[in-house]
């Protein structure tokens, strides 16, 4: 065999080593690469409501929860923050508001928003959060329940993932690879949260 033949064995068992590593270790990791994409994230409603003007009262969006607790607790506040101004900008309610912490359950958020005067909150899971570097896709689950704070049911439950592939190259000649990062989990989760609050949003 070829001392070139080797080495391009020897490189694909190394790439798949660290391959196997990442996909056992999976979970949820961040990145800082930002660029562009181009997909579309999978949305499925689970529970849709036939009120019709459901929008005409106040909303409570409370940070979302995590789907590890490796994750910075910003993140939650951070994708609350992007629903609230989400909303806003759409003019879709008569009033929206952040309650500006984490409930631990329904309940907590249910008492809480009797309290504030909401009719409606917003609750949000992140349930994957995977960032995939130059080896595997990036990929991003999540979910959002609307709930009635009068009768406390669940009357609006919709989730989405969206996964995004790596984009490599190499040289062949030395046997190199020039890999390019896969997008951020967070550019993920922006995407796939727009898409759920335009579905939301549209009814």
Avoid at 80 to 94: E, G, I, N, V
Avoid at 121 to 144: C, E, K, P, T, W
């Amino acid at each position: 065999m070829s001392e070139s033949g080797t080495i391009n064995h020897s490189r694909i068992a190394s790439w798949g080593s660290l391959l196997l590593i990442v996909l056992i270790l999976g979970g949820c990791t961040t990145s800082n690469s930002h660029f562009g994409l181009n997909a579309d994230p999978y949305v499925r409603i689970i529970t849709r409501p036939d009120t019709k003007n459901l929008w005409a009262g106040s909303v409570g969006i409370f940070n979302f929860n995590l789907c590890n607790s490796r994750l910075p607790d910003k993140l939650g506040g951070e994708l609350a923050q992007f629903t609230y101004r989400h909303l806003l900008r759409h003019q879709f309610a008569t009033l929206v508001e952040l309650a500006g912490r984490h409930a631990s359950s329904i309940e907590e958020a249910v008492d809480l928003a009797t309290q504030k005067g909401y009719q409606l909150i917003l609750l949000g899971d992140l349930a994957d959060f995977f960032y995939g570097g130059q080896i595997a896709n990036s990929r991003v689950s999540m979910s959002l329940k609307v709930i009635d704070v009068r009768t406390g049911i669940t009357i609006w439950y919709i989730s989405g993932r969206i996964e995004a592939p790596y984009e490599e190259s190499a040289d062949y000649l030395f046997f190199v690879k020039e890999g390019k990062d896969a997008p951020s989990p967070r550019l993920l989760s922006a995407v796939v949260l727009e898409k759920l609050l335009d579905v939301l949003i549209g009814g």
